[in-house]
């Protein structure tokens, strides 16, 4: 007669039942290796993603077509009348937002401070940037949006799609007015409850100027600015300061002429969408010149930073 007998069995049992356990561990470790790595991933991935959209916003500040003189085009706004041409400023942030061009760059500091409402509520303790440029290329005439026509040395807002009196297609070019405001909303209009990055942004729709407030990144729950200044004229930064700090804000007591930002420093706090199992985030995180805290909960943080070089500022 073949086979085995009951005490080979369990010992067969035994072997193979210790084998399959020894795989499902396995197993579990590299599951749970892979959600971590996943979730850091993630975070990294949504960290550099809002960095990298800043930063080419920032990078371009002041570039408006072939100057980058704001001082010298018409119809920016001025400090006796935001609208100096009447021009069909979009409605909500105030004509100020749209064409305050000498402030190509500028921010509030751990507040709230745009004109305008906050899609999603600000989130405290979080800066906002606004930056203020034209389109890298020339772009047709359109009746439909705020442009500007520039030549090496002057340009002019407009919005009525024709080239003003005193430019020509030949020495000057067309670029669309861009302005973009930064600032971090309390909850996600994606994922309510979730901190995010949002973007105000000068648009068109329906044969004007609007104002469009869109989602850049949700999991970014902190924004963070600081401005280099060259104070002496040498092109080097000679000190880092808040936004809206009385050294670069016209009116402002302690308000120097003569200082210029070049660079921007971006900090930039990021979350993971969802609590995980397993960890407890006890960091004490401190952004630019805010002090977070220790957070104390079960969410995946990364903060991240960049120093900007604005090419455009002007010497």
Known sequence: MAGVTLVELMVALAIGSFLIIGAVQVYNQSRQAYVINDSIAR???TAQFAMDTIEADL?????FGRTSRADMIQGRSLSIDPNPKGLAAPAGCGA??????ERSVEGSNNAYALPCAANGGGQGNSD???VRRATVAAVP???ARLQVQSTRIQGEVMDDGAIPAGFDAVTSQTHNLMVSSYYVAASSTLIPGVPTLRRKTLGSAGGGAVIDDIEV?????????????????????DRYVNPADAIITPG???????ARVITARVWLVVRSLSPEIGIVDLADYEPGDVDLGVPNDQFRRLMVSKTILLRNART
Not at 217 to 227: D, H, I, S, T
Not at 228 to 234: I, K, L, N, Q, R
Not at 252 to 258: E, K, L, S, T
């Open 43 to 45: 975070v990294q991935e």
């Open 59 to 63: 990078r371009m500040a002041s570039n």
């Open 96 to 101: 100020a937002w749209a064409l305050d061009l």
């Open 128 to 130: 906002t940037v606004t």
């Open 141 to 143: 005439l359109d009746a």
């Open 217 to 237: 990144a949700p999991g970014v729950e902190n924004l963070q600015l600081q401005f280099g200044v060259d104070m002496d004229g040498d092109n080097t930064v």
């Open 252 to 258: 402002a007591v302690g308000y120097v002429p003569a």
